[in-house]
């Protein structure tokens, strides 16, 4: 695989790892918000869900001191490309900087659960839509 191919990939995965952050956040944001402007979706099910577990692997990942698999491929794919891990476009480097910021370990696992505790408290405020029978 040619180191173009290599680096277009790993941009990808940083990309879907961006997307993947910011449905977590914006997530809860809209379903707290749609709460108070009677949005009907974000009392979706499936939705919630979803939202649900995306949180709780990141929490139980920082609680077992896991590296996000998408970090761990996309370093991977720029270092066989032979390229630096953090250099690169204009748009990769604020990427990198909204995702990836250093802190004591014990910060990121504090963090994420606090978050992943305000996920879980949507659901007993912010109730999703029963099933039809």
């Known amino acids: 695989m040619t180191p173009f191919l290599l680096i277009l990939l790993a941009d990808a995965l940083l990309i879907l790892h961006?997307?993947?952050v910011a449905f977590v956040v914006l997530g809860l944001f809209a379903v707290y918000v749609g709460y108070f402007l009677n949005?009907?979706?974000?009392?979706?099910r499936v939705f919630r869900i979803v939202h649900l577990c995306?949180?709780?692997y990141v929490v139980v990942q920082a609680w077992l001191g896991v590296v996000c698999p998408l970090t761990i491929w996309e370093m991977a794919l720029r270092a066989k490309a032979g390229?630096?891990?953090y250099s690169g476009s204009f748009i990769q480097h604020w990427l990198h900087?909204?995702?990836?910021?250093?802190?004591?370990e014990w910060v990121f696992?504090?963090?994420y659960t606090l978050f992943g505790t305000l996920v879980l408290a949507s659901w007993f405020v912010v109730k999703p839509r029963q099933r039809a029978p």
């Open 18 to 20: 961006v997307l993947f």
């Open 39 to 44: 949005w009907q979706w974000v009392r979706n």
């Open 54 to 56: 995306a949180i709780g």
């Open 97 to 104: 900087s909204l995702l990836y910021y250093s802190a004591p």
């Open 83 to 85: 390229t630096a891990t």
């Open 109 to 111: 696992v504090v963090v």
